[in-house]
């Protein structure tokens, strides 16, 4: 079992939010059909960034890590070898979905 650590990017104000879960393509659904009353106000969302974890504790701890990021350093995130999607995107553009 994997463990994600995703930032998303509102397409209307280009703010990120920040979480862990399970199952990232179904967790991104979830932003963009208003099932988060935080996310659900700057919908539509995209995937900006993605990470991997065997444990949740891992993940937990990331995420928090996260959280404490400017806007500036979650943006270098996006080219960063940690970022999953580039190597998702490399492999199987359909798998990400938009």
């Given at each position: ?21 399970l199952d990232f393509n179904e967790r991104i ?52 070898p940690k970022n999953c999607l580039n190597k ?11």
């Open positions: 079992m994997h463990y994600y650590v995703y930032i998303i990017e509102s397409l209307v104000d280009g703010s990120f939010y920040k979480g862990f879960t659904k979830q932003h963009n059909e208003g099932w988060s009353n935080y996310t659900s106000r700057k919908i539509p969302w995209k995937l900006v960034h993605l990470e991997v974890y065997a444990t949740k504790a891992e993940a937990l701890k990331r995420e928090v890590v996260l959280k404490k990021y400017s806007h500036k350093q979650i943006e270098s995130l996006r080219t960063s998702l995107a490399e492999r199987n553009p359909q798998s990400l979905g938009d």
